[in-house]
């Protein structure tokens, strides 16, 4: 069983830069894809990104390719959110979610684990 903490979050503005980390702990980090997901007020959760288990793979909604860059670090049990040019309409809370040997990254009821979130503002 796996535990996640996001950190990172926060106040940036329009056209901005941020980084997330969700960090885990327990499990073997090796066999999870771990996603991360938002959520606005009032909205459902969405799929932002996603580091998949096999063979490092990653995917992106596309309103985030090109912009958004999620990467791994093995050594440290970690998985980064890199956000670049952050939108007003991007404040939302931020959740990583892992679950082991996941190929079906898109939907967030696939994952079993999530951690708390962070909370991300870009004003205008």
């Known amino acids: 069983q796996v535990q996640l903490v996001e950190s990172g979050g926060g106040l940036v503005q329009s056209g901005g830069s941020l980084r997330l980390s969700c960090a885990a702990s327990?499990?073997?980090?090796?066999?999870?894809?771990v996603g991360w997901f938002r959520q606005a007020p009032g909205k459902e959760r969405e799929f932002v990104a996603a580091?998949?288990?096999?063979?490092?793979?990653?995917n992106y909604a596309d309103s985030m390719k090109g912009r958004f860059a999620i990467t791994r670090d093995g050594a440290k049990k970690t998985v980064f959110l890199q956000m670049n040019n952050l939108k007003p309409e991007e404040t939302a809370a931020y959740y990583c979610?892992?679950?082991?040997?996941?190929?079906?990254?898109?939907?967030?009821?696939?994952?079993?684990?999530w951690g708390q979130g962070t909370h991300l503002t870009v004003s205008s």
């Open positions: 979610a892992a679950d082991p040997f996941l190929d079906v990254y898109y939907y967030a009821d696939k994952y079993d684990y």
């Open positions: 580091s998949r288990w096999r063979g490092g793979t990653t």
């Open positions: 327990g499990g073997t980090f090796n066999i999870y894809t």
